[in-house]
Every structure is written in C-alpha cells, then in structure tokens.
C-alpha cells in the first residue's frame, strides 16, 4: 500500500515554470517506476514522464520532451516533474502514479495520487 501526495501546481502564464512534487507515505518506495499523467477537460487521460526508481532510466511523451523533466528523491520517496516553457496546451489535472513493477506508458500502475491543477494562461 503506497500513498501518493502531490503539490506544486497553479496558474501560471505561458512560458513560466512549475515544478510538481509527488511524496510516497510510508516506509521507503520500494516499487519499480514512477509516472505523472494528465487530464484536460474532454480529453482522456494522457501519459507524460514515467522514472524507474532504482536506476533513474526516464520516458516522456514527444509534446513535453526538451520542456519537462522527471526525477526522483529516493532519500525523501518523493518525485519531481520540472515544467518549463509551459505551454496553454499543457492546461490539465495532473496525476502521480506508482507501480509495483515495471516502467514505461502503457505500465499498469497501482496507486494514483488525487491530481493537481495546472493551468498555463496566454
């Protein structure tokens, strides 16, 4: 049983950064890989960056490459998503996923976070 615990998110104007955070409760994560996903209204749920959380191997999907990074404190359990050069296109809830095993976008995930707001203005 893994607890997810996001924070970061808010309205920001095209072009700025955000940095999200996504805290593992409990004792220390030991799953295999890490995920932010996002959600904007009418739009299915979208896969982002996913990070093994041994090895730190990363994964993102083409829209956000060059622009957001993932990492991950293993000291602290917790997951970051560096945004930048935020995009109105970015606009959407987003989610932090663990998985017990495997890694990648179409990884099955078993715990999910409650989604945090980012909204990028123009």
């Known amino acids: 049983q893994v607890q997810l615990v996001e924070s970061g998110g808010g309205l920001v104007q095209a072009g700025a950064s955000l940095r999200l955070s996504c805290a593992a409760s409990?004792?220390?994560?030991?799953?295999?890989?890490m995920a932010w996903f996002r959600q904007a209204p009418g739009k299915e749920r979208e896969f982002v960056a996913t990070?093994?959380?041994?090895?730190?191997?990363?994964g993102y999907t083409d829209s956000v490459k060059g622009r957001f990074t993932i990492s991950r404190d293993n000291a602290k359990n917790t997951m970051y998503l560096q945004m930048n050069n935020l995009k109105p296109e970015d606009t959407a809830v987003y989610y932090c996923?663990?998985?017990?095993?495997?890694?990648?976008?179409?990884?099955?995930?078993?715990?999910w976070g409650q989604g945090t707001q980012v909204t990028v203005s123009s």
């Open positions: 996923a663990a998985a017990r095993r495997g890694w990648g976008a179409r990884n099955e995930y078993d715990y």
């Open positions: 409990g004792r220390a994560f030991s799953g295999s890989a």
């Open positions: 990070i093994t959380w041994s090895s730190g191997i990363t």
